[in-house]
Structure formats: structure tokens, C-alpha cells
């Protein structure tokens, strides 16, 4: 009798619950997403180092864009790598040649091999600040190990952080 309305009605309850073939990633930045191609630097639009986004940042702090473990924090806390519990290798870089600045204008909030959540606050950067120094403060968000999924779906426009801004299709 199950199977019967399941046929009359439709069985959704697979459309409730997430399907194990996809991941989420939440914006890691509150501010305006773009997509990789519109970035200045050719390492990132160019893909080189997988697939992503970038941010033009309204607000000064990194958060975690899903659980996971902290692979590295960089000592100039202008980029940290994130391995995430569903094995995303994901590379969180705050603006371009910030790595100059040798940690100046920045905190960081963690330190390798940390556990964190989704929403976890990782680095603080005053933003007027680095724009003064002259630095281009769009942040990419990669996900460095593109080629282990069939898909990689990006969202743009203005964004708070903990909003899904890339599905990760497994192949």
C-alpha cells in the first residue's frame, strides 16, 4: 500500500535530504562574489589552481566554509588551506601580493591541524588599512582538488558568509 502512494503522490523525501553526491561550500567572506575569471590575477582566473570563487570583501573576516581541519595557516595570515570533512582541499587567499605585507593588517583566529565548523572566525584583516597600502583586496576561495568532482557550481552577487556559494558534484 506504501508503493501506491508513493506512485500517486511522488516519493519526496529524497528532496528533503541532501543527496551524498553533492558538497557544499558557504561563502567564506561577507561582500560582493564574483566569478575566477574576473579576477586580476592570472593564476586564479586562469583556474591553475582549480576552480572557485572570489570575493570583494564588505567586511574584514575569513570564516570557515564548511567542518574540517586546518591544513595550514600562513605565518603573513594572509591565506589558510582548509581540508573539510568531506574531502575538499579548499584555499582561502585574502587579496593579491598580501603575502608582502608580512602578516601586518592581519589576525589570524587558528592554527594548523585545528578543527573547525562551518562559520568558524579564521583570519581578521582591516580592510582600509590594506586598500590604503594600495593592495587589491578581491579574495579567491579554490578548491584545489577541482579534478576529483564532475562538477563544480558557483553562485555570485552580494553575499553574507554561511550563504552556499559552490555545489560540488561527485563523479
Known amino acids: 500500500m506504501a508503493g ?3 506512485k500517486l503522490f511522488g516519493d519526496n523525501s529524497a528532496s528533503k535530504a541532501p543527496t551524498s ?7 567564506p567572506i561577507e ?5 575566477l575569471s574576473e579576477v586580476k590575477d592570472e ?15 564588505s567586511v574584514g ?3 570557515s566554509p564548511a567542518n574540517g581541519t586546518i591544513q595550514q595557516i600562513f605565518d603573513t ?20 601580493d598580501t603575502v608582502k605585507l608580512k602578516g601586518k593588517h592581519f ?11 562551518a562559520g568558524d572566525l579564521l583570519i581578521e584583516f582591516d580592510i582600509d588599512a590594506i586598500k590604503a597600502e594600495g593592495y587589491d583586496l578581491t579574495s579567491p576561495m579554490i578548491v584545489c582538488n577541482t579534478y576529483d568532482y564532475k562538477d563544480v557550481i558557483t553562485k555570485t552577487g552580494e ?3 554561511l550563504e552556499e556559494v559552490i555545489q560540488l558534484v561527485k563523479g
Open 77 to 96: 595570515l594572509h591565506a589558510v588551506s582548509i581540508l573539510t570533512d568531506d574531502g575538499v582541499d579548499v584555499l582561502i587567499h585574502v587579496g593579491f
Open 159 to 161: 553575499m553574507k558568509p
Open 31 to 35: 561582500g560582493e562574489v564574483i566569478p
Open 43 to 57: 593564476v586564479f582566473s586562469q583556474e591553475i589552481l582549480g576552480k572557485g570563487i572570489a570575493v570583494r570583501p
Open 4 to 6: 501506491f502512494f508513493k
Open 61 to 63: 573576516k575569513v570564516f
Open 21 to 27: 553526491n553533492e558538497i557544499k561550500l558557504f561563502n
Open 107 to 117: 589576525k589570524g583566529h587558528v592554527t594548523a591541524e585545528q578543527k573547525v565548523k
